[in-house]
């Protein structure tokens, strides 16, 4: 009974370290996105080209716009990305810095302080080359290319600055469940599922335990 207890202990103690790990192991993280899925081409961008995109939300701490494209392969031609308000007031401006190829591409922009609803996002393209972006086809109304409606939504996303740990970036997951699309959703109530899960593993270990210390 006891060698069962002491498994137990032994594979709970594991299970925290290597949260421990993955919680303290530093990365970039999304600030936000659309939710688009990358699973069709939904324009081409050439050199003087531009596709804007309507309705986008940019996150607080948003600091790099991300495109999902294909370039079959060659060098993606440079892209500059301007995000204006729902007054048509330009507030962000960035462009790639280095060169890319297919997978996701990201123009950083000066970090926002605030989350912004209702943005227009345009992307140009300002050299030789082509790239096709990557969304979903079969929407209508987001879209317009070189000022002309266009079928289909991009996948747009935005990067939070540097790398940072799961640990540090917890407080704003659960700011972010403000942006929920509910009303009863907040920021306590992340805080109250974690409490709610934690509790639930805990009282199961104890649940385990207390069975093999039970006489048979």
């Known amino acids: 009974m006891r060698a069962r207890a002491l498994v137990v202990a032994a ?7 290597v949260a421990a790990a993955r919680l303290l192991r530093t990365e970039q993280h999304y600030a936000g996105s659309n939710s688009v899925g990358p699973k069709q081409a939904v324009a081409t961008l050439r ?22 494209v294909t370039t079959g392969g060659e060098p993606g031609p440079p892209l500059e990305a301007t995000l204006r308000d729902e007054r048509g007031r330009t507030f962000a401006r960035g462009s790639t810095r280095k060169p890319y190829g297919d997978g996701f591409v990201g123009m950083p922009i000066p970090v926002q302080r605030q989350t912004r609803t209702g943005v227009e996002a345009c992307f140009e ?6 790239a096709q972006l990557l969304g979903l086809a079969n929407a209508q109304g987001r879209l317009e290319l070189d000022g002309k409606p ?22 704003t997951i659960a700011d972010r469940f403000d942006v929920a699309k509910t009303r009863l959703a907040g920021n306590w109530t992340f805080w109250a599922v974690m409490v709610l899960v ?13 069975d093999e210390e039970a006489p048979a």
């Open 150 to 171: 266009q079928a289909g939504v991009l996948r747009v996303a935005f990067r939070r600055p540097g790398r940072e740990s799961w640990l540090a970036f917890t407080p």
């Open 11 to 17: 594979l709970v103690a594991v299970l925290l370290v």
């Open 47 to 68: 050199a003087g080209d531009r596709v804007c995109q309507v309705g986008e939300l940019v996150p607080r701490d948003a600091a790099t716009v991300e495109l999902a």
């Open 125 to 130: 393209s300002t050299g030789a080359g082509a």
């Open 198 to 210: 934690l509790g639930i593993a805990g009282l199961g270990i104890r649940e385990t335990l207390r």
